[in-house]
């Protein structure tokens, strides 16, 4: 069977297993029969495209696999691809599926309406499967709504939340625009014979402005779907909505999906760009990635924060893409592969730190029924090993050695050193200044997270139900133990994944970085050994014999004498809960130097007065400007209109008449003057 058949039959098992959802309804085995059976999909699409992606270290070795049915439309029908790339998104896809069901199995028991969550569920992943093999617009873009459709169902499982209603409604809106824009960017760039196969995309050769007209048009595609800023506003507010294994597959995977079909566009369907494009998308990705962890600074909701920082990874991997655009518009190829590298490396340990970390959040709710930041700590005693998982995603998630996020986000800060080779002046202007705002956006996410742990699993249980939380079920916890393997594996062995994914990158460049896994040591080298290098293993090995030594130093050679007395309780009797930092007081002071400009936010403080025992108050007054600015004024437009518009509906049979007379002029009108 041809690897392309194999990858779509797995799609079909999806479908099939959204059907038997139906069919099982309530029943009390429907949440194990249909995880498990989702979990045995997504493992064989998984090793399918794993095996496809090895067989070879370049793309001669690995010939795309194509498969042409007679379905959809009669003069198109359907066409589907597996090449390096779609075999690359196939396995993070599949892993992100994997997960996902194996954390199910315990997380859906707890659901107290699964009959609305496993329909949809296999629906999704065979959505997101279709988009990756289509190979004409017609098919991308049916997949594409298919899994925009599903991803909303889910997002509305808990409908009766008001929060929830508004979330899907935004949620909807956003993908009814990318869809639309991407329906225009075929069209554009299908030419004036229609041909809406990738092959005759491909063959095209549009002129540099279709071809920079129909990159924008994609950027915009499928930056809404990503959440690209000014085009993310229904990410937090849809991702925390859904379901916690089914915001790790929207946050984790669901974008990376956004980001493959980018990736098709501009660097396959498009060809050689001009080097403005590649300004649009680093502007596009800078804004995204600083603007996104700012307002993760904001939140004291450990979804919401999860969800912006979301937003922070998608434009650092579009900060990559948009590198890699610059230096292969200049016929700098080996730059261009090592920033494209980056990028696709960024997917895969986005899609598994993010992953681990929703799921960790879930198991947070779960055990507590809480997830404000402001009302929990002190986990740690009562859920040690979620705890460890949750603390391995917050270390890749702050891009701390020796982490998977450290070694993909080296290598973008690699290709951004190659930027002094660029000849137009405005690149070598503004990537450096991108690269200053990754440095600033990396410090405010190790921050954050640094935030999200603390108060979430330190200090003192702020509740009673806190102090009796319980440790999740096994498949809880190996939902979330195997993802954070896969954190430190490929922290410690990047050189493995990156050639395992290269064929990818050379089909798409004709170039790739060097072969890592034939270099000393294990170590990774970007270009040349003389530029650079990183060994992630060493790091590991000398952090573990330094916090080792330290152990047992502090055991065996300090005094082995106890001592207790009592802390310093700033005057007060004994210390409680409530003297504690709080999520919003350990932000204070990055809300004040940043804050005040990017969200106006304001502080109130209400002091009772001398002689009354009622408590202060504190308030902080944040405004979403983006929201207000660009939003708010399009909604308002909208009502208007609607609301002038609503009264053709009781209009008399005669002036509908005239109506339709008056159209029908004017249409005579415009076929006369049509050249």
């Given amino acids: 069977m041809p690897p392309v058949a194999f990858a ?3 799609a079909v098992g999806f479908l099939a297993i959204g059907v038997l959802a139906i069919a099982l309804g309530r029943s009390a085995v429907a949440t194990r029969v249909i995880y498990a059976a989702a979990l045995i999909v997504s493992v064989l699409a998984l090793a399918s495209g794993a095996n496809y992606l090895l067989q070879g270290s370049v793309p001669a070795s690995v010939p795309a696999s194509v498969l042409a049915l007679p379905l959809g439309l009669p003069w198109i029908g359907v066409h589907f691809r597996l090449d390096a790339l779609a075999a690359f998104f196939l396995i993070v896809v599949n892993l992100g599926g994997a997960l996902a069901s194996l954390y199910g199995l315990g997380y859906g028991r707890h659901d107290p309406a699964p009959h609305r969550i496993l329909p949809f569920f296999p629906a999704f992943l065979a959505g997101m499967n279709l988009v990756i093999l289509a190979d004409d617009a017609f098919t991308f873009l049916f997949a594409w709504e298919l899994m925009s459709v599903m991803s909303w169902a889910l997002v509305m499982a808990h409908h009766r939340d008001a929060e929830n209603r508004r979330a899907g409604y935004i949620y909807l809106l956003m993908a009814s625009f990318g869809t639309l824009t991407l329906l225009l960017a075929f069209g554009l760039l299908s030419g004036s014979d229609g041909g809406y196969g990738f092959d005759a995309i491909r ?7 279709v071809a920079g007209l129909g990159l924008i048009l994609v950027l915009l595609g499928t930056g809404s779907k990503a959440g690209l800023i ?22 984790g995977v669901m974008t990376k999906i956004a980001i493959y079909a980018f990736i098709r566009v501009a660097f396959d369907l498009l060809g050689a760009p001009e080097w403005w494009c590649a300004v649009v998308v680093l502007l596009a990705g800078s804004v995204t990635m600083v603007m996104g962890i700012l307002h993760a600074q ?54 598994s730190f993010k992953s681990l970390l929703f799921f960790g959040a879930g198991a947070v709710l779960t055990a507590t029924g809480e997830r404000d930041m402001e009302k929990l700590g002190g986990l740690i005693h009562r859920m040690p090993l979620t705890s ?51 440095a600033l956006s990396a410090a405010l996410v190790a921050a954050s997270f640094v935030r999200a742990f603390g108060m979430t699993f330190l200090g003192r249980a702020r509740t009673a139900v806190l102090a009796e939380a319980a440790e999740v079920d096994r498949c809880s916890l190996a939902g979330m133990l195997v993802p954070a393997g896969l954190c430190i594996l490929a922290g410690i062995l990047p050189g493995f994944a990156i050639d395992g994914f290269s064929a990818a990158v050379e089909m798409l460049l004709g170039a790739r970085m060097p072969v890592q896994t034939h270099i000393a040591w294990l170590s990774v080298i970007p270009i040349a050994e003389s530029h650079s290098s990183y060994n992630g293993l060493l790091v590991f090995l000398f952090v573990a014999a330094a916090a080792s030594l330290a152990a047992f130093s502090i055991h065996r050679l300090a005094s082995r004498e106890v001592r207790r007395a009592p802390l310093w309780g700033c005057g007060f009797p004994e210390l409680t809960a409530a003297m504690q930092y709080t999520a919003g007081s350990f932000a204070q002071p990055l809300v004040r130097v940043f804050g005040t400009v990017v969200f106006r936010a304001r502080e109130q403080v209400e002091m009772p007065r001398p002689g009354e025992t009622g408590p202060a108050r504190f308030t902080l007054v944040v405004h979403d400007l983006i929201w207000e600015n660009l939003y708010a004024p399009i909604v308002a437009a909208v009502s208007f209109a ?8 009781f209009l008399t049979i005669r002036r509908y008449l005239t ?8 249409l005579l009108i415009a076929l006369t003057l049509w050249p």
């Fill in 388 to 438: 460890l998982a949750f603390l391995v995603g917050c270390i890749a998630a702050s891009a701390l050695p020796p982490s998977n996020g450290f070694a993909s986000e080296w290598l973008v800060f690699q290709a951004i050193l190659q930027s002094p080779d660029l000849p137009q002046w405005g690149l070598k202007i503004l990537v450096p200044a991108v690269g200053g705002l990754l």
């Fill in 659 to 666: 109506l339709v007379f008056c159209s029908l002029i004017l």
């Fill in 230 to 251: 000014p085009l993310h506003v229904w990410l937090p507010l849809a991702h925390p909505a859904a379901p916690s294994h089914v915001s790790a597959l929207m946050s």
């Fill in 298 to 351: 904001l939140e004291n909701d450990l979804k919401r924060l999860l969800a912006f920082s979301t937003i922070e990874n998608v434009g650092l991997i579009f900060v990559s893409l948009g590198l890699a655009l610059a230096f292969r518009a200049n016929g700098m190829n080996a730059a261009a592969a090592l920033a494209l590298t980056a990028a696709l490396f960024h997917v895969f340990n986005h899609a």
């Fill in 8 to 10: 779509c039959w797995s």
């Fill in 642 to 649: 609607a609301g002038q518009l609503n009264r053709l509906q």
């Fill in 203 to 209: 063959a095209a050769q549009p002129t540099p402005f």
